[in-house]
């Protein structure tokens, strides 16, 4: 499976970014789909996720109501809204893709990584 991110930017607070991840190859294997961001000098978090099938999504409490997990089936995309932006969202983005877990908030569940996109939010 390779996964493909792009979306990143630099916004103002409030302002929202549209992430992207396309999956190709062997993505019938794929059962669940997660997002993970990386600030300087912190550890690498996780963000949202969602089942492959697009059913399911999780996200970490600072992000509800403020960012969106979503599939299209048709494309193997699977993308991260993010309105309200603040300046603590800053990071490099993730995407990664797990053949076993569904929800999985740790980076050890995950087989597959995009290379990372950077969201800066200025204030």
């Known amino acids: 499976v390779q996964l493909q991110a792009s979306g990143g930017g630099l916004v103002q607070t409030g302002g929202s970014l549209r992430l992207s991840c396309a999956a190709s190859g062997r993505t019938f294997s794929i059962k669940g789909m997660g997002w993970f961001r990386q600030a300087p000098g912190k550890e690498r978090e996780f963000v949202a996720g969602?089942?492959?099938?697009?059913?399911?999504?999780y996200y970490v409490d600072s992000v509800k109501g403020r960012f969106t997990a979503a599939r299209d089936n048709a494309k193997n995309t699977v993308y991260l809204q993010m309105n309200s932006l603040k300046p603590e969202d800053t990071a490099v983005y993730y995407c990664?893709?797990?053949?076993?877990?569904?929800?999985?908030?740790?980076?050890?569940?995950?087989?597959?990584w995009g290379r990372g996109t950077q969201v800066t939010v200025s204030s």
């Open positions: 990664a893709a797990s053949r076993v877990y569904i929800g999985a908030r740790y980076s050890g569940a995950y087989n597959y």
């Open positions: 969602n089942s492959w099938s697009g059913n399911y999504t």
